[in-house]
C-alpha cells in the first residue's frame, strides 16, 4: 500500500536498531584475515612494545597477567596416567618414576647453563619472556636444541626469537609465505623465515627460513601463538588490540594532568613596577628583592638588554623583575581536576574488562570490604590459570616430551612401553600438572581452614593445597616436618597446637561479619 514504510525483516542473527548511529556502523573484515597480516602485524607490534615499555597501564596489564600466571615460574607434578599403562607397570615403577622425573627436572629448570639457549635464563624465567612477549606482540618463535648439558648428557635446550624478527622475506608475502610463515597445502605450518641482523646495522639484510620439524620428525621450531579470534591465523594478536586507543588517550591524560601540577607547584614572583614610578632602580628595593632568590642555573631571566619577547621559564622560587610596563598574567587552573581519579577509574575498569583483569587487581588496591576484595583476587585468578593452560599446551609440553624422551633413552628414568610405539602410552607417562604462584588471600586463616575442608571433604589433596597455597612440595614438607619433631623431641622441646574453640571461632566469624559490614 502505497504511503505505508517498508518494514524491515528481522533476523535472529542481527537485530534491527531504530539509531542511526548504529545503522550506520558496517565493519567490513577481508574473508581471508590472513590476508596483509604481513604489514599489519609489524605495526601492531611496534605499538605493543612501546606501550609496555613506556606506558605505565600497558606494562601493569602485562605483570598482572605475567606475576599471576607464571609467578617464578610453573612447577611441575609428575602425574602418571595409570590406566593407560599395562597391568605390569607397578604403581613402586610409576611412584619411582614421578619422583625421579621431578628432582630432574628441578635441577635442569633451574639451571640457565642447561635450559637456555644463552645460559642467561631460568625456565621460569624463559615461560615469563615468552607470555611477555606473546601478550604485547601476539607472539614468538621457541627453537628446542637437544645439546649436551654436561657429562655426555643430552637434554633440551631453548632458545626464544621475538616475534618480531619473523616476517616474509623482503617483507614481502608471496605464495604459500604470509607474515613470514611458510604453511603446506593443508594450511600447516611446515617453516618460519627469520630477520637476520647484525649488531652495526639497524634492518635485516637476509632471512633465514627455519623448518618446524628435523629430518626424524621433532619439533624444533615453533610460534607460540596467543590472541588468535579464528582458526587458521598465522600470527597472534596483541592483548591491546581492542584497549590500544584507550590506553594511549589515558597515558596523555594522565601526562597532562601531572603536568599541569607542576606548573601550578613553581611557585614565582613576577615584580611589575610603572615607568613612571622609578627614577632609579637600584635603590627601589626590587633588585635586591629579586637576586636574593635561588635561580635554577638553567633559567635564564630577561635583562634590559634582552628581547622583550623572550619567553620567561617557570621555576620553583624564582623572583623575575618584569620590565616597567609589563605585567604577567597566569591561567588560573585547578590541578588535578576533581573529577580525574573518578575518571581514571572508570577508564581503568573497561580497560580491566577488557583484558581479564579485575580493577582491584589491575592497581593492586583493595580497600573494598572482604568478600569483594576477595572476589576480585578469584576472578584474576580463574583468568590466570586459563593464560596458565595456553602456556603449558603451547610452549612447556613439548619440551618436557622431548625432555622426558631423553631420559628414559639414556636410561636415567625407568618406562616400560615408552618407545614401543604406542602414543597413548607414551602421552601416559608424559602426564603432568603444572601450578603456578599461590592465590593472593586477604585473610590466610580461612584460606588455610578452606583448604583443610577441601582435603577431609576428598575434594582436593593435600599435595594439590600444598602447592596452592604455599607453593612448596607436601612430601618434601612431610619430611622435614619428621625431622623437625625427631629434633624437637631429641632436645627435649615440645610444641604445643592449640586449636580454636567453638566460642572463639563463633567471636572470629562476627567480627569478621562486622568488618564486612
Not at 605493543?48 to 605475567?66: A, D, H, K
Not at 642447561?114 to 618463535?141: K, S
Not at 639497524?202 to 633465514?208: E, G, L, R, Y
Amino acid at each position: 500500500m502505497a504511503g505505508i514504510p517498508k518494514a524491515r525483516l528481522e533476523s535472529v542473527f542481527s537485530s534491527t536498531s531504530r539509531s542511526r548511529q548504529v545503522q550506520n556502523f558496517h565493519p567490513s573484515y577481508l574473508d581471508n584475515l590472513n590476508f596483509m597480516a604481513g604489514f599489519e602485524i609489524e605495526d601492531s607490534q611496534d605499538i605493543g612494545l612501546n606501550l609496555f615499555t613506556e606506558n605505565p597501564i600497558g606494562s601493569g596489564i602485562v605483570n598482572r597477567i605475567v606475576e599471576g600466571t607464571i609467578g617464578t615460574g610453573l612447577k611441575l607434578e609428575s602425574s602418571v596416567c595409570r590406566e593407560l599403562l599395562g597391568d605390569d607397570v607397578t604403581d613402586e615403577v610409576i611412584t619411582r618414576f614421578q619422583d625421579k622425573v621431578e628432582a630432574y627436572w628441578n635441577r635442569f629448570a633451574s639451571k640457565p647453563e642447561m635450559c637456555d639457549w644463552y645460559g642467561e635464563h631460568t625456565m621460569g624465567e624463559l615461560e615469563a619472556i615468552c607470555l611477555i612477549m606473546g601478550l604485547f606482540g601476539g607472539d614468538c618463535l621457541r627453537y628446542i636444541a637437544i645439546a649436551d648439558v654436561g657429562g655426555k648428557l643430552y637434554l633440551p635446550r631453548i632458545q626464544l626469537i621475538s616475534g618480531r624478527h619473523v616476517s616474509s622475506p623482503n617483507h614481502s608475502d608471496s605464495g604459500n609465505v604470509v607474515a613470514g610463515v611458510e604453511r603446506d597445502s593443508k594450511g600447516k605450518d611446515i617453516a618460519y623465515h627469520v630477520e637476520v641482523i647484525k649488531d652495526d646495522e639497524a634492518s635485516a639484510t637476509s632471512w633465514v627460513r627455519r623448518e618446524k620439524y628435523s629430518k626424524n620428525g621433532r619439533i624444533q621450531f615453533k610460534l607460540i601463538k596467543f590472541g588468535e579470534v579464528e582458526t587458521g591465523l598465522v600470527r597472534g594478536r596483541s592483548i591491546f588490540n581492542s584497549v590500544k586507543e584507550l590506553i594511549i588517550q589515558a597515558g596523555r591524560f594522565t601526562e597532562a594532568e601531572v603536568t599541569k601540577a607542576i606548573i601550578q607547584a613553581c611557585i614565582t614572583l613576577f615584580i611589575e613596577s610603572e615607568k613612571d614610578n622609578i627614577e632609579d632602580p637600584e635603590d627601589s628595593g626590587i633588585d635586591a628583592i629579586a637576586d636574593s632568590q635561588v635561580q635554577d642555573p638553567d633559567v635564564t631571566t630577561p635583562d634590559e638588554d634582552e628581547d622583550p619577547d623572550t619567553p620567561i621559564t617557570l621555576s620553583p622560587g624564582a623572583a623575575y623583575k618584569l620590565p616597567p610596563g609589563q605585567k604577567a598574567h597566569l591561567a588560573e587552573a585547578t590541578a588535578p581536576v576533581a573529577q580525574f581519579m573518578m575518571f581514571m577509574e572508570m577508564l581503568l575498569k573497561i580497560i580491566g574488562l577488557s583484558v581479564g583483569i579485575p580493577y582491584e587487581v589491575l592497581i593492586e588496591c583493595f580497600n573494598s570490604n572482604y568478600s569483594a576484595s576477595q572476589a576480585a583476587i578469584q576472578a584474576a585468578a580463574r583468568s590466570w590459570s586459563i593464560w596458565r593452560m595456553r602456556v603449558v599446551a603451547r610452549f612447556l609440553t613439548d619440551i618436557y616430551s622431548q625432555f622426558v624422551e631423553c631420559l628414559v633413552r639414556q636410561g636415567k628414568v625407568e618406562a616400560p612401553g615408552y618407545l614401543d610405539g604406542d602414543p597413548f602410552v607414551r602421552l601416559a607417562w608424559e602426564s603432568a600438572v603444572w601450578h603456578g604462584p599461590a592465590t593472593i588471600h586477604i585473610d590466610p586463616v580461612k584460606a588455610v581452614e578452606a583448604s583443610g575442608k577441601a582435603v577431609n571433604y576428598g575434594f582436593s589433596t593435600r599435595e594439590t593445597e600444598a602447592m596452592k597455597l604455599f607453593e612448596n612440595d607436601f612430601w618434601s614438607n612431610v619430611k622435614r616436618l619428621g625431622d623437625e619433631k625427631k629434633a624437637l623431641e631429641k632436645n627435649g622441646l615440645v610444641v604445643s597446637e592449640e586449636k580454636p574453640s567453638a566460642d572463639g571461632e563463633k567471636k572470629e566469624n562476627e567480627e569478621d561479619k562486622d568488618a564486612e559490614e
